[in-house]
């Protein structure tokens, strides 16, 4: 039995006896202890639930540790292969940020005159 599991065993006893503790209580009308046991009882059900919890989660580790285990050899691969895939990456980025775009003028029939821009303006009546 690993650690886990027997905090696991000592947290559910615990709580056992907490509840049938109140449950008791109450049946022989001490309202006081058996509201003092309720409310230890919350508690101890937290740390049943977070024992439960970490075994759980433990034996998901311990089974993804496992199924990794015939791969391990090839980890070192999968990393340099990850590593290239990077830097050439990288220096596509790099190639890509020196050429500048590139715009390509349409030529697109204008109904109306373009008003933007350089006008020509009449001043001569204006001057003195």
């Known amino acids: 039995m690993t650690r886990l599991e027997l905090r696991v065993v000592i947290a559910a006893i615990l709580a056992a006896t907490v509840v049938l503790g109140a449950v008791l209580c109450a049946a022989y009308g001490q309202a006081v202890i058996a509201a003092a046991l309720a409310i230890y009882a919350l508690g101890v ?4 639930y977070h024992s439960i919890e970490r075994l759980v989660l433990a034996r998901r580790i311990d089974t993804v540790r496992s199924a990794a285990t015939p791969f391990r050899p090839l980890f070192p691969v999968m990393a ?3 590593a290239l895939t990077q830097v050439v990456v990288r220096s596509l980025s790099d190639a890509t940020e020196e050429i500048e775009p590139q ?9 109306m005159p373009i008003t933007r821009g350089r006008r020509r303006h009449d001043y001569d009546e204006f001057d003195d």
């Open 103 to 111: 715009r390509r003028e349409l030529s697109v029939r204008r109904w």
């Open 45 to 48: 059900g937290a740390w049943l």
């Open 80 to 82: 340099a292969i990850i």
